[in-house]
């Protein structure tokens, strides 16, 4: 199993750049794809980015592609997200999750381990 908690949500203004980490504890970090979903009021939980055990593989929603990178320290047992040029529609509770599938998942269904989420508001 593995245990992870989010950090580094706030209030930022349209056009900010925020990161936000998720620590890790318990089985070997890099032996796990790694993703980041964002869930906003009344709306389905969604993909926004995923990267591989081993950092070499990423994917990205296309609302996100450009503006955000995923990245991970293997070595801390932390995955990051840097967020640019962030829009009000960026608003959500972002919630880090692991998965031992191999390669890089997309699907929300392949993450049995998640954080508690951490929230991310963008005023216009």
């Known amino acids: 199993q593995v245990q992870l908690v989010e950090s580094g949500g706030r209030l930022v203004q349209a056009g900010d750049s925020l990161r936000l980490s998720c620590a890790a504890s318990?089985?070997?970090?890099?032996?796990?794809?790694m993703g980041w979903f964002r869930q906003a009021p009344e709306k389905e939980r969604e993909f926004v980015a995923v990267i591989s055990g081993s950092g070499g593989t990423t994917y990205y929603a296309t609302s996100v592609k450009g503006r955000f990178t995923i990245s991970r320290d293997n070595a801390k047992d932390t995955l990051y997200l840097q967020m640019s040029s962030l829009k009000p529609e960026d608003t959500a509770v972002y919630s880090c999750?692991?998965?031992?599938?191999?390669?890089?998942?997309?699907?929300?269904?392949?993450?049995?381990?998640w954080g508690q989420g951490t929230q991310v508001t963008v005023s216009s």
């Open positions: 318990g089985r070997t970090f890099s032996s796990y794809a």
């Open positions: 999750a692991a998965s031992s599938t191999t390669g890089a998942p997309i699907s929300r269904y392949a993450y049995p381990y």
